[in-house]
């Protein structure tokens, strides 16, 4: 895993496995999730083939700077013997619940010889579901459906009758959960569950998405194709290899707020999206983006291996490269977007005791933070004005030193001892701020009032 930093590639991976885990095919670094509470925990979770071993699912910390995984730290969590090296899935994700969510294909070979999908012992083509914050190394949640402990069922288990659940997601706005399945050779399916709900059984491999398995083996005993006791599929689409993708809930393209975007990795790479009603279960306003989305340029998207989600909600595409590397692509608004930005006003003469530690970027919350030098008990304010107020209030290139009818108050905290303040500041997701520019200052009160530096912000995407 390689990390950019300020927009650039550090040269010490974050995470390098090279030396434990295989590669090549369907086997090496198969998924990764960051714990939703990372910025104080660290830790970083990891499913990635280990030769004879299978896949394994493991927990890392960061090193003390986070720009760097401490590979001492690995706690593994639980493994799953896969020999054929294929069918492993290995997506990782948290759920809005703070669960974990694991993805196991059938482990292979083709049409799941052996009906491992279909066998409640085992984690074999199922969907998993465990509590990182409590037990050791993990616990189960009790409203799993498959909790008892007398019902021959893996505790761990969300839902089954999945042949290679290579990549899902959850929509930030629902809690609905999407599932991209490969199939086999007649179909590619789409799941999608309730925010919340688990227990189904999808069907593999006596089903194929909507079509029966020709080749299936399982055995007569299990229900037969077409059993209302499978859960139907949102979506199928003719064999290829899917790879599923994210719900838009980014700022910079409001028209596709709610449309779920997904790929093919063969096919000539094909993109698609559609929205989905999660109460009706509806599919509607299906459309393919491919051409579109044709990055231009002299590049191109080749064999489409995932689709990203940023931490703003913008959904990026990440590809095996027809030049023999991968690319990430960010889709964007066609035109020209305001960068957000964050800059000193005026010439340096007040003290630089004003930092902003975020970009004020559209839907996100802007972070500054104000220090008070040493002086204790003193109160921190931040003011903001639509722009700088009347050039008669400076002197000479300096900054302002004060003007209550231009500036508006906008908080007031005390700092911590003699160290600083930090304030947040939603910034509304509005495309009718893009690009536009308020100035910003702050205080210190208590023993007189000391003036920081000032900031003038640009609203925009990044």
């Known amino acids: 895993?390689?990390?950019?930093?300020?927009?650039?590639?550090?040269?010490?991976?974050f995470l390098d496995l090279s030396a434990r885990t295989n590669s090549g095919g369907e086997t090496g670094l198969l998924g990764v999730a960051f714990h939703p509470d990372f910025a104080h925990s660290g830790f970083v979770f990891v499913a990635y083939t280990s030769g004879v071993r299978g896949t394994l699912v493991s927990r890392f910390h960061v090193a003390t700077d986070a720009d760097v995984v401490e590979l001492a730290s690995e706690q593994v969590l639980l493994v799953q013997p896969q020999i054929p090296g294929i069918h492993n899935g290995g997506n990782l994700a948290f759920g809005p619940d703070g669960m974990l969510y694991i993805g196991f294909g059938d482990g292979g070979p083709d049409a799941d010889p052996t009906c491992r999908a279909q066998d409640p012992t085992n984690w074999n083509g199922k969907l998993l579901r465990v509590d990182v914050d409590h037990g050791t190394p993990y616990a189960i949640p009790?409203?799993?459906?498959?909790?008892?402990?007398?019902?021959?069922?893996r505790d761990e288990i969300w839902a089954l009758g999945l042949r290679n659940p290579w990549r899902f997601s959850f929509d930030r706005a629902t809690g609905?959960?999407?599932?991209?399945?490969?199939?086999?050779?007649?179909?590619?399916?789409?799941?999608?569950?309730?925010?919340?709900?688990?227990?189904?059984?999808?069907?593999?491999?006596?089903?194929?998405g909507d079509t029966c398995c020709a080749a299936s083996r399982c055995s007569a005993a299990l229900a037969p194709c077409g059993d209302p006791g499978f859960a139907a599929p949102a979506f199928t689409y003719p064999s290829g290899c899917v790879i599923g993708g994210f719900v838009y809930r980014g700022c910079a393209i409001p028209g596709l707020q709610g449309?779920?975007?997904?790929?093919?990795?063969?096919?000539?790479?094909?993109?698609?999206?559609?929205?989905?009603?999660?109460?009706?279960?509806?599919?509607?306003?299906?459309?393919?983006?491919?051409?579109?989305?044709?990055?231009?340029?002299?590049?191109?998207?080749h064999r489409i291996v995932?689709?990203?989600?940023?931490?703003?909600?913008?959904?990026?595409?990440?590809?095996?490269?027809?030049?023999?590397?991968?690319?990430?692509?960010?889709?964007?608004?066609?035109?020209?977007a305001q960068a957000a930005a964050a800059v000193r006003n005026g010439g340096g003469t007040n003290r630089a005791c004003f930092t902003s530690a975020s970009l004020p970027i559209l839907g996100s919350s802007w972070v500054a933070r104000v220090d008070s030098a040493g002086r204790r008990g003193v109160m921190l304010a931040l003011l903001i004005g639509r722009a700088a107020p009347a050039s008669g209030l400076f002197v000479g290139a300096s900054e302002l030193l004060v003007d209550l009818g231009a500036l508006r108050l906008v908080s007031v905290q005390q700092a911590f001892g003699a160290g600083a303040a930090e304030f947040r500041l939603p910034v509304p997701c509005d495309l009718a701020l893009n690009g536009r520019t308020v100035y910003t200052q702050a205080a210190l009160l208590g023993g007189g009032v000391e003036l920081c530096n000032a900031l003038d912000l640009t609203f925009g995407t990044y």
């Open 1 to 13: 895993m390689r990390l950019v930093k300020n927009g650039a590639l550090a040269s010490t991976p």
């Open 142 to 153: 009790a409203d799993n459906p498959f909790a008892d402990p007398n019902d021959g069922v």
């Open 176 to 208: 609905e959960l999407y599932l991209g399945d490969v199939g086999e050779l007649t179909r590619e399916e789409l799941d999608i569950l309730p925010a919340g709900a688990g227990g189904q059984n999808f069907g593999w491999s006596r089903m194929e």
């Open 259 to 301: 449309s779920y975007f997904f790929a093919n990795y063969a096919n000539l790479d094909r993109i698609w999206s559609f929205r989905h009603d999660p109460l009706s279960g509806a599919i509607s306003e299906f459309v393919e983006r491919t051409t579109e989305l044709a990055p231009g340029g002299g590049l191109s998207i």
């Open 306 to 336: 995932a689709l990203g989600e940023d931490g703003f909600g913008e959904l990026l595409i990440v590809d095996h490269s027809a030049r023999g590397h991968g690319e990430v692509f960010k889709i964007v608004a066609a035109g020209s």
